[in-house]
């Protein structure tokens, strides 16, 4: 598993010092809109801690935190009106296709782009 970076793009974002549009913050889960989306809506929701992977988070993690993440990709679902139809993504490790190493899900739902 690669180390995890502070400086990748989403500790940055995280910290301010990166720009996103901000969909929703608790003190769990951070969720921003994703700036190449691939369906009608397309937010990244990352948890407020160092963790490169699904992998990581899922073993890692104190109890609180996944149970407060997991519960905040609900939230998020239901404030953007997709709670009845959406899907959930997640790319583990550079053979699943990961690019950023912060865990982090994608919420999308409506037609693809």
Same mark, same amino acid.
């Given at each position: ?38 369906? $009608? &809506?397309?937010?990244? %929701?990352? +948890?407020? #801690?160092?963790? @490169? ?33 959406? $899907? &959930?993504?997640?790319? %583990?490790? +550079?053979? #699943?296709?990961? @690019? ?14």
């Amino acid at each position: 598993m690669p180390f995890y970076d502070r400086n990748n793009i989403f500790a940055r974002i995280l910290r301010g010092e990166a720009p996103c549009t901000k969909v929703y913050e608790d003190e769990f889960a951070f969720a921003f809109n994703d700036i190449y989306p691939k369906a $009608r &809506i397309h937010v990244l %929701v990352i +948890p407020k #801690g160092e963790y @490169v992977s699904l992998v990581d988070f899922s073993q890692s993690a104190p109890p609180e935190m996944i149970a407060g993440f997991w519960r905040a990709v609900t939230k998020i679902a239901e404030r953007l009106g997709v709670a009845d139809g959406y $899907r &959930i993504g997640s790319n %583990v490790g +550079p053979g #699943g296709g990961q @690019v950023v190493f912060h865990f982090h899900v994608h919420i999308l739902s409506g037609p693809r782009t």
